[in-house]
Structure formats: C-alpha cells, structure tokens
C-alpha cells in the first residue's frame, strides 16, 4: 500500500519537472531546462555537448511520457504525474534511473568544466539551482552525492540519487 504521505511527496516533485510552471509537464520543459543548463554553463546548443543534452532531454521526456501521460495528449498531469511515479517507478527504480540516464549524462558533461567526467559539488549545486532545487537546499544535496569526499560527483553518483529521490518513499 503507497501512504498519502508518498504520494503528496511524490506530487511536490512534480514541480521540479513544471519547469515553466503552467501546470503540466511537456517536451518544452524538457527542452527549457536543456536551455537553461547550456546558458548558466556558457555552452552552444549546436555544439556536440549541447546536441547530447537536447538529445538526452528529448529521451528523457519520450520516456516520462511513456510511463505517465495515461490520455496520450502530450502532457503530463499532477494527477498522472503522481499516478505514473506511484504505480510505476515506486517497484522499480532502476527504470526511473535508466530513463533519465541520458538526460543525467549529457548534463553533467555540460557542467563538467575540466572535462574529466565528473562534477564538483559547487558545479553539481549549479545544476540542481537551474533544475528547480532552492540554492539553500541544492549545495546541501550536492554535497550529500559526494560521498569519499573528494569533491567529484560522476554518474554513477548522481543517476541513482536521482531516481532515488523521485521513487523511494522513504
């Protein structure tokens, strides 16, 4: 049984992906929040690591739309937002993860300033910022993806974090 409590969580996330905030997620707040990855780190959307990121945030949508969007409309309600995280991520969160894989990768590529595959906290900080997370909250969380310490987040660090906090109810 899913307690009220992890469903009301699970509806907060939503707005995490309402990235323009009109009440339902679409390919367009996919592709804003591509946009404003590449604005806030300085890089081209033509460039081969901005392709990957619109590329990943296209996979991504096709995929949250996959699971969630019940009407077919091409829009992702509350209602199926929660209806599709519940029903259909909370079991299996490795699909959540495999979902936003590509989406996750490209970004920490757009971030990643040295090019060595992995972010710095403060870079990983600036990411969740643009993605949605308050900036008091996102340092926090960032550093929490640390876990040696080393000040070196990799995807192998942030992708199962991520579904984590969108599946587990805990």
């Known amino acids: 049984m899913v307690s009220s409590e992890y469903e009301r969580r699970i509806a907060d996330r939503f707005a995490t992906f309402d990235q323009d ?3 339902c997620i679409d390919r367009e707040d996919f592709s804003g929040a591509a ?3 590449l604005t806030e780190f300085d890089v081209a959307a033509r460039s081969d690591r901005g392709q990957a990121l619109y590329g990943g945030a296209e996979a991504f ?3 949250m739309a996959g699971i969630a969007d019940r009407d077919g409309d091409q829009r992702i309600s509350r209602a199926e937002f929660v209806t599709g995280a519940v029903k259909r991520l909370r079991d299996n ?3 959540f993860a ?5 989406f996750l990768h490209a970004a920490l590529a757009v971030a990643d300033a040295d090019g060595d595959g992995a972010v710095t906290v403060e870079e990983a900080a600036r990411v969740l910022t643009v993605l949605g997370v308050p900036a008091a909250t996102a340092r926090p969380v ?3 993806l640390d876990a040696d310490g ?3 987040i990799g995807e192998n660090d942030a992708v ?3 579904a984590r906090y969108f599946t587990v109810p805990e």
């Open 61 to 63: 949508w096709q995929g």
């Open 142 to 144: 960032a550093a929490r």
């Open 93 to 95: 969160p490795d699909r």
């Open 21 to 23: 905030g009109n009440g």
């Open 150 to 152: 080393d000040d070196r």
């Open 98 to 102: 495999e979902i936003a894989r590509p």
């Open 35 to 37: 946009q404003a990855l």
């Open 160 to 162: 199962p974090a991520f």
